[in-house]
């Protein structure tokens, strides 16, 4: 089992070569519910270099033999975890709330997305296909092949601890590479839960291996071993820098999924309804704690009062409160360092001479007494050049800035680092198009929200927003070989 239970506090281990075992050091640390900060969730070893290594080795060790079994079989076994996951969601979702404070409809989402993921990559095993390409040479025959990366090291965010694993896993496995996981140390249960479903699923020995700590301790050490031969990993940016840094000497294969700043452009023409929906949505759902959050709203000035006045009052409307209470629209963010940064940037933008509309103050009386809530904030007279409007805050803070035409709207749209997601609102076709094919971002949605993503579709972004993205995921956990085949 991977939980012993002391004190009534559920004591979680790490999964190394078909075990759950604690860690080398012997230490925890405790995983805090951010809506009631009294409760302990669960106890988390806080792995050391030992424990990183022995994982590396026990994925290593496993790697041939997962590598020549059938990928068939390979699927079989993420299809199978898959429904393992289907039949627990209820219990997996309401974990995920106690941890990470996203509301149990967000909670439930994640996890049936996490199902989806995981289903879509067990059919892609049976599509690793190559090419047969001409040949210049009489007898000789040319083709492709794809062959799994080895050992990967799959590094995972706090803010979707559950669907963003699952499809990196799912993929890596169904190619006949061997995993070791490192879970963000805010949210280590919502992987073991997930761990969990593949061991129920039959999962060899070795193939998957959990090792929970902090990044700091454990994380260099994982992404720097010359034995890892691919890195996924999704979280901000600095670390994501850092960890292309730790595994530059390896040469190991990048995937980074990095930040944004994700801009929704509403356009004259808008549907200003739908508009104003999908902006208090996409910037405010999950506290803003999602990197394809909308956090600047860029509006044709000839819209932007009407446009206003809808997002004001859409704003003061959401309830805030625990996200085991289904009539809550946000939950808490994720912890003190979380909030305290947050309530830094209003501070900041005040400063700046942007004017707080609504929102921004934290929530401490009554039922928000212990936990770490504040009210979704709404900036207007926001200019380009100010901090609010160039770093990523990762909460739920909205900057709002008038344009005059949409040359104006795409050009403030790419006047940042970022290049993750972006929307434009618009019944004109041609508005969309040109949106479509200047604005700097992975992702484009036309009349949609900019947070989201298809299983089915790449997701990734550009300048430092991200690297190493691939049409499908099972392309990133599998590298080419070229064969020169004589036949005579």
């Known amino acids: 089992?991977?939980?012993?239970?002391?004190?009534?506090?559920?004591?979680?281990?790490?999964?190394?070569?078909?075990?759950?075992?604690?860690?080398v050091s012997g230490e925890v640390a405790a995983d805090i519910n951010p809506a009631a900060t009294g409760e302990v969730v669960a106890e988390t070893p806080l792995s050391v270099r030992a424990d990183v290594d022995r994982a590396i080795a026990a994925a290593a060790a496993a790697q041939r033999r997962w590598r020549d079994t059938p990928a068939p079989a390979r699927a079989a076994v993420v299809s199978r975890a898959a429904d393992v996951l289907a039949g627990r969601v209820d219990d997996v979702a309401s974990d995920l709330t106690r941890e990470e404070g996203k509301t149990i409809g967000e909670a439930k989402a994640e996890a049936t997305s996490a199902i989806a993921k995981m289903a879509y990559a067990a059919g892609d095993a049976l599509r690793m296909a190559g090419e047969t390409l001409p040949s210049g040479t009489e007898g000789v025959q040319l083709y492709t092949m794809r062959e799994p990366l080895g050992v990967v090291a799959v590094v995972t965010p706090w803010n979707?601890?559950?669907?963003?694993?699952?499809?990196?896993?799912?993929?890596?496995?169904?190619?006949?590479?061997?995993?070791?996981?490192?879970?963000?140390?805010?949210?280590p249960l919502s992987a073991v839960r997930l761990v969990e479903a593949f061991v129920a699923a039959g999962i060899p020995a070795g193939v998957l291996n959990l090792v929970m700590g902090g990044g700091g301790t454990i994380g260099s050490a994982l992404v720097s071993d010359p034995r890892v031969r691919g890195i996924s990993f999704t979280g901000?940016?600095?670390?994501?820098?850092?960890?292309?840094?730790?595994?530059?000497?390896?040469?190991?294969?990048?995937?980074?999924?990095?930040?944004?700043?994700?801009?929704?452009?509403?356009?004259?023409?808008?549907?200003?309804?739908?508009?104003?929906?999908?902006?208090?949505?996409?910037?405010?759902?999950?506290?803003?704690?999602?990197?394809?959050?909308?956090?600047?709203?860029?509006?044709?000035?000839?819209?932007?009062?009407?446009?206003?006045?809808?997002?004001?009052?859409?704003?003061?409307?959401?309830?805030?409160?625990?996200?085991?209470?289904?009539?809550?629209?946000?939950?808490?963010?994720?912890?003190?360092?979380?909030?305290?940064?947050?309530?830094?940037?209003?501070?900041?933008?005040?400063?700046?001479?942007?004017?707080?509309?609504?929102?921004?103050?934290?929530?401490?009386?009554?039922?928000?007494?212990?936990g770490y809530f504040m009210r979704p904030a709404i900036f207007d007279d926001v200019q380009s050049e100010m901090r609010i409007a160039c770093e990523e805050i990762f909460g739920p803070v909205l900057s709002l800035i008038g344009?005059?035409?949409?040359?104006?709207?795409?050009?403030?749209?790419?006047?940042?680092?970022?290049?993750?997601?972006?929307?434009?609102?618009?019944?004109?076709?041609?508005?969309?198009?040109?949106?479509?094919?200047?604005?700097?971002?992975?992702?484009?949605?036309?009349?949609?929200?900019?947070?989201?993503?298809?299983?089915?579709?790449?997701?990734?972004?550009?300048?430092?927003?991200?690297?190493?993205?691939?049409?499908?995921?099972?392309?990133?956990f599998t590298e080419l070989k070229s064969v020169y085949q004589r036949f005579n």
């Not at 979707?160 to 949210?187: D, E, I, M, Y």
């Not at 104006?408 to 040109?434: D, H, P, V």
């Not at 009349?447 to 299983?455: C, D, E, I, K, L």
């Not at 190493?468 to 990133?476: A, N, T």
């Open 1 to 23: 089992m991977m939980t012993s239970n002391t004190h009534a506090n559920l004591v979680l281990r790490n999964f190394i070569a078909g075990e759950w075992i604690a860690s």
């Open 160 to 187: 979707f601890p559950l669907s963003t694993p699952a499809g990196k896993l799912a993929a890596a496995l169904v190619t006949g590479s061997t995993v070791v996981l490192k879970p963000a140390s805010l949210t």
């Open 236 to 370: 901000s940016t600095a670390i994501g820098v850092g960890v292309a840094r730790d595994a530059a000497p390896t040469l190991a294969k990048l995937q980074l999924e990095l930040g944004g700043k994700n801009p929704l452009v509403v356009m004259e023409d808008a549907d200003l309804d739908a508009a104003a929906k999908a902006i208090v949505e996409g910037a405010f759902f999950s506290c803003g704690q999602k990197c394809t959050a909308t956090s600047r709203v860029i509006v044709h000035r000839d819209v932007k009062a009407a446009l206003t006045a809808k997002l004001v009052e859409r704003t003061t409307a959401l309830r805030v409160g625990k996200g085991l209470d289904a009539a809550n629209h946000l939950g808490p963010l994720v912890d003190a360092k979380q909030l305290e940064t947050v309530q830094s940037y209003i501070e900041i933008g005040k400063k700046e001479g942007a004017r707080l509309l609504t929102g921004g103050e934290r929530l401490s009386s009554g039922e928000h007494a212990h």
């Open 403 to 476: 344009v005059a035409s949409l040359e104006e709207a795409i050009e403030t749209a790419n006047r940042t680092e970022y290049g993750l997601s972006s929307a434009i609102f618009t019944r004109n076709l041609g508005y969309a198009q040109e949106f479509t094919r200047c604005i700097q971002a992975g992702v484009v949605k036309v009349n949609g929200q900019t947070p989201g993503n298809a299983p089915n579709m790449p997701f990734g972004g550009r300048k430092m927003s991200g690297l190493g993205i691939s049409q499908k995921q099972i392309d990133f």
